[in-house]
């Protein structure tokens, strides 16, 4: 046991050693601010600089003209902000040691991330960067990026360059936010209204008062708290701002579009994925980014968006295409970016339905069907190894107890004649050429693919489909032409990438077998799933929806382009039965709208393809006792004779 002469010998020790490292800490500090005084002062203006321009070069987003002095910001803005992200602002030098030693402990004692400790100086460091990772490296960058600026910059210089640069939801900048939420300047924000702009900033997704009103009063109430704390107001004020009624524009100044801001985003992301960008804005000065938005296209699509789904809840996403290009024009990932800026186009993965079938169809034309094949379509169970068992069924159980041809079997979209197709073919053909077409998402080889049943987000089916509407040659789809600095100094161009991939004749011929999805010609036993729409169609399309319990999808195109929509409530629950009209109609409203005036743009028909009359129900010829459709076929493979019974090779059990 120590006695009292030891235990002071190694304490004294103890602390002498912590003097010596606190000491050193001190001078190293010390020596890190001497040395960040003679670089080069970082360039405030350069964070969150970026200009998007659509594809006739005109400015989307970003203007100069935004930046504004502190004089001429609202001072409830400036205090609102000081006293809710950092009180100590003026009295540290970028960092709040004791703010984190406590965020620290709260955090330890809690087991999770409750308080952040970041200073305001931090906050600006980090917009310096195009992209949020949370590296070491990165951290150590912002640290010094924050001693930099505050050697550089009075604490007045910083607080504007953060007020000017910080996103407060779909918007960046103080005087974006001010016009976008209150149609004002920002100079003229009263309590109440700098209240609830202060406190977007850290969550803007959550805080939005266009987003979630509840939250975002919830947090007005906090800040207007740390106001009366920091005596910036008294509790009368607090109270008159907390209960004054509101009004909000959600409004920008560069244009009047509710659903930009989810092109925006996509175009974000894929600036991240190019390797010739800087990683921060200081190495460029700005960026100005050019796109292949077709403004006047992703109008048309928000607008046909809010005339169709009137149900609140109902969310939709939706992409146009040039096939050829590759271009993406225009894309929503949701009703409204100011309420929900989750893009429901590229990052929602969910089940696809029956727009699988398309890539089925064509595997099975590449692998010897032709669309007079047949198989029985019937109430039906298959049946697996170790007794497993699979019994899908057609849409309200209807079954026409016969044999019907791949025609019908598209038109109707038939899901035993997918299922017995996929089965026949093996389930592994399906996952490669789905695969071939450029899905990237994990695809499994089991009988309920034929069906959709996988995850897939839009943009990657929609590049796929593009494969089919570009007659088999694979594109890549990009949103960004060309980026370049500030000087106009070209930082990466867009190459164009095609390969092909798909026959180029059995394409054609799939083409073509998609356009009878609307054929009002078809209705027999059944309805071609797109008849109701088929009076408002002046062009020539091939069309494919699918159907699941919480999403309705459709994929329609011709040479000149390629639309997409899918339907559905964020937390799966079942549509109802008229959402398939919806979209619909939606879709063609859309597509038609973009090619109002342009001529009808089909495909070419291959030389080695013909066309021969049938009757679309059995696939066989046609004579005058049948319906008759013109349908086309490699040629020495249309009918002639009796089709095999390909029902004989798949074992099912087959129910009354």
């Known amino acids: 046991m120590l006695d009292y002469g030891d235990f002071m010998k190694i304490f004294k020790k103890f602390l002498f050693i912590n003097t010596i490292i606190f000491a050193l800490g001190v001078f190293l500090l010390f020596g890190i601010y001497v040395y960040s005084y003679f670089t080069q002062a970082l360039n405030i203006k350069s964070a969150n600089n970026y200009y998007l321009y659509d594809m006739n070069d005109k400015l989307v987003s970003g203007n100069d003209d935004d930046w504004v002095t502190l004089k001429d910001i609202s001072p409830y803005l400036i205090n609102a902000t000081i006293a809710i992200e950092d009180k100590n602002f003026y009295k540290h030098q970028g960092f709040d040691y004791l703010r984190i030693i406590k965020s620290l402990y709260i955090n330890f004692v809690n087991g999770k991330t409750l308080q952040g400790a970041s200073t305001i100086t931090q906050q600006l460091a980090k917009n310096l960067f195009l992209e949020f990772d949370k590296t070491w490296s990165r951290k150590i960058k912002e640290a010094w990026l924050t001693i930099n600026l505050e050697t550089h910059y009075s604490k007045d210089e910083i607080l504007e360059g953060y007020l000017n640069t910080i996103n407060y939801g779909t918007v960046f900048g103080i005087s974006e936010a001010a016009y976008y939420y209150f149609g004002k300047d920002c100079k003229d924000l009263t309590l109440a209204e700098a209240s609830i702009l202060a406190g977007i900033p850290k969550s803007p997704s959550n805080y939005s008062p266009l987003a979630n009103l509840e939250a975002s009063k919830k947090r007005q109430k906090l800040i207007l708290d740390a106001m009366v704390k920091n005596k910036y107001i008294t509790d009368d004020e607090a109270k008159k701002a907390y209960e004054e009624e509101l009004t909000f ?39 100005k980014i050019y796109t292949n938005l077709d403004y006047e296209a992703q109008m048309n699509m928000e607008e046909n968006v809010k005339k169709y789904i009137t149900d609140e809840n109902m969310q939709a996403s939706g992409i146009m295409i040039n096939p050829e290009s590759g271009k993406i024009i225009a894309l929503i990932g949701g009703k409204n970016y100011a309420i929900s800026e989750y893009n429901r186009a590229t990052k929602a993965k969910r089940q696809v339905g029956s727009t699988m079938k398309s890539f089925l169809y064509y595997a099975a034309l590449e692998n ?41 079997a598209i038109a109707y979209s038939d899901n035993i004649y997918a299922v017995k197709s996929h089965l026949f073919l093996g389930e592994d053909v399906l996952v490669e050429t789905a695969k071939r077409a450029g899905i990237t998402s994990p695809l499994e080889a089991i009988p309920s693919l034929a069906l959709g049943s996988e995850e897939i987000t839009l943009l990657d089916m929609a590049t796929a489909y593009t494969t089919l509407a570009n007659e088999g040659v694979k594109v890549n789809t990009y949103f960004i032409r060309k980026v370049t600095d500030m000087n106009d100094n070209v930082l990466y161009e867009a190459k164009e990438k095609s390969e092909p991939v798909f026959n180029k004749s059995l394409v054609y011929i799939l083409n073509e077998l998609l356009t009878n999805t609307y054929n009002t010609e078809l209705i027999d036993y059944n309805y071609p799933t797109c008849y109701a729409i088929a009076s408002k169609l002046t062009h020539k399309y091939a069309i494919k929806t699918g159907s699941t319990d919480s999403d309705r999808l459709i994929f329609g195109y011709n040479k000149d382009i390629l639309v997409t929509y899918r339907l559905g409530y964020d937390d799966n629950s079942y549509l109802p039965k008229n959402t398939s009209t919806i979209m619909q109609n939606m879709w063609a409203d859309t597509i038609e709208g973009y090619l109002k005036d342009k001529e009808n743009n089909w495909y070419e028909m291959p030389e080695n393809v013909v066309g021969v009359l049938i009757d679309p129900i059995s696939g066989k010829l046609a004579d005058s006792t049948t319906k008759k459709q013109l349908t086309y076929y490699i040629k020495g493979t249309e009918p002639y004779l009796e089709e095999l019974d390909l029902d004989s090779i798949i074992p099912t059990i087959k129910e009354d």
Request: without cysteine.
């Open 249 to 287: 524009t959600g409004i920008k100044k560069e244009n009047d579009s509710i659903t930009v801001g989810y092109y925006e985003d996509a175009v974000l992301d894929e600036l991240k994925e190019i390797n010739t960008i800087p990683d921060t804005y200081l190495e460029t000065g700005g960026l």
């Open 368 to 408: 010897g069907f032709t669309p007079s094949t047949t198989f029985k379509s019937e109430k039906t169970t298959f049946v697996f190894d170790e007794d497993n068992t699979y019994s899908p069924s057609n849409y309200n159980q209807n079954y026409p107890n016969k044999d019907i041809s791949m025609l019908t």
